[in-house]
């Protein structure tokens, strides 16, 4: 997946850096191994509307803790669950502890499209960095290059607090 993600963003002439080191599973590691300054830590979650079949990602700063109640809010449903692992294979084909928007590369579109929900102060960083569906891998981008990459895969996207 590393090299689906850089060959899109070559493509889009999207600048990052890509940084490789060891595995990492939580935000809190990634943030311990991965340090960049000026540049926002990020967790990815793949969730549900526990009353439909609608499903969104959503990214958060590392160290919000997500209210799932709170965030359904905003898409106008009363509460989200996790998605189940068979679910985000499934839709993004990736597992658990590997979901961040680069995932939408792997999404079917035509079948159906997550929304983003992404939080404030992510949407406002200088900079992010998501891993690349793998986690011995981060790239670091520049906001503009986020926002650009979103719009080259018509996602639509909700800005939260």
């Avoid at 191994?33 to 959503?58: A, G, R, T």
């Avoid at 986690?135 to 080259?152: I, R, Y």
């Amino acid at each position: 997946m590393i090299n689906k993600v850089t060959a899109y963003l070559d493509n889009l002439k999207i600048s990052y850096s890509l940084i490789r080191h060891e595995a990492v599973v939580t935000t809190e590691e990634s943030r311990q191994v991965i340090h960049v300054d000026n540049c926002m830590s990020c967790k990815s979650l793949y969730v549900k509307d526990k009353k439909s079949d609608n499903y969104y990602l959503v990214v958060l700063p590392f160290d919000v803790r997500a209210n799932m109640r709170r965030l359904a809010s905003y898409v106008n449903c009363a509460k989200f669950e996790f998605a189940t692992e068979e679910k985000l294979f499934s839709d993004l084909h990736v597992h658990r502890g590997s979901v961040s928007p680069f995932a939408y590369l792997n999404e079917n579109a035509e079948k159906y499209s997550a929304p983003l929900l992404i939080h404030r102060d992510v949407w406002n960083a200088e900079r992010v960095k998501f891993h690349p569906c793998d986690n011995t891998a981060t790239v670091v981008l520049s906001l503009d290059g986020f926002k650009l990459f979103l719009k080259s895969i018509n996602k639509d996207t909700v800005v939260v607090d």
